[in-house]
């Protein structure tokens, strides 16, 4: 079955650290997306890339940091900038590029990272 | 800028009562609609989507949606609910926002539905 598989699940950071949270589909979509939840907050969109090779930053892309070298991966950097990453991580994909409004996103599983 | 308001952050209905959960935004001249769905410690499911044409919306799992422009409304129905519908449910936009003509989505806070035995 064709997905998004995030990894890991549960992830904890100690203060100073970056992490690397990692994204992969097998849908063959090109346009893929990052975006933080926090409780009460929605969704917040950290990056997007609609092709390889090429990435956007979103509303809130202060201390976090991209790369999309294959069309299956996307993983998300969270530097040491960034003051407050306790939150979930959500990586979507969607068979439209950001220029197509009308597709719907495919979500992964989501990973929680919490600093200790 | 486009906002999306889901007034209700939580609603308790009992099994197999109706529900409404209510969704809101702004104006805008080219938008695209849809609902997600998040169990616990979950991604988004789509539940069903408007992009234009009737404005009743089928989705999955006994969902439908009626956009109505008047109002600036997305409201998701379900006429009996269940146990299983016990989730956090979100509203989101999608709107053209740059001159380069990508599209964006904006999220509602979420309104979590619980469902009572």
């Known amino acids: 079955d064709g997905g998004i598989t995030q990894s890991p699940k549960y992830l904890f950071r100690k203060e100073g650290q970056n992490v690397t949270l990692s994204c992969e589909q097998n849908?063959?979509?090109?346009?893929m997306y990052w975006y933080r939840q926090d409780p009460g907050q929605g969704l917040r969109l950290i990056y997007y890339?609609?092709?390889?090779?090429?990435?956007q930053k979103g509303d809130i892309a202060e201390g976090y940091s991209v790369s999309r070298e294959k069309k299956e991966s996307f993983p998300l950097t969270v530097t040491s900038a960034q003051k407050n990453p306790t939150a979930f991580y959500l990586c979507?994909?969607?068979?439209?590029?950001?220029?197509?409004?009308?597709?719907?996103?495919?979500f992964g599983s989501g990973t929680r990272l919490t600093v200790v | 800028a486009q906002s999306v308001t889901q007034l209700d952050s939580q609603v308790p209905v009992f099994e197999e009562a109706p529900v409404e959960l209510r969704c809101n935004y702004s104006?805008?001249?080219?938008?695209?609609l849809f609902w997600y769905v998040q169990y616990p410690n979950q991604g988004l499911q789509l539940l069903l989507k408007?992009?234009?044409?009737?404005?009743l919306v089928k989705g999955i799992n006994g969902f439908e949606a009626e956009f109505n422009k008047s109002q600036t409304s997305f409201h998701l129905r379900k006429p009996s609910v269940h146990i299983s519908d016990t989730a956090e449910y979100f509203c989101?936009?999608?709107?053209?926002?740059?001159?380069?003509?990508?599209?964006?989505?904006?999220f509602g806070t979420g309104t979590r539905l619980k469902v009572l035995a």
């Open positions: 979507a994909s969607s068979i439209g590029a950001p220029t197509q409004g009308m597709y719907g996103y495919t």
């Open positions: 849908l063959n979509h090109d346009a």
């Open positions: 890339s609609q092709i390889v090779n090429d990435f």
């Open positions: 104006s805008s001249v080219s938008v695209y």
């Open positions: 408007y992009l234009s044409g009737s404005t």
């Open positions: 989101a936009v999608s709107d053209l926002f740059s001159a380069s003509g990508t599209y964006k989505y904006i």
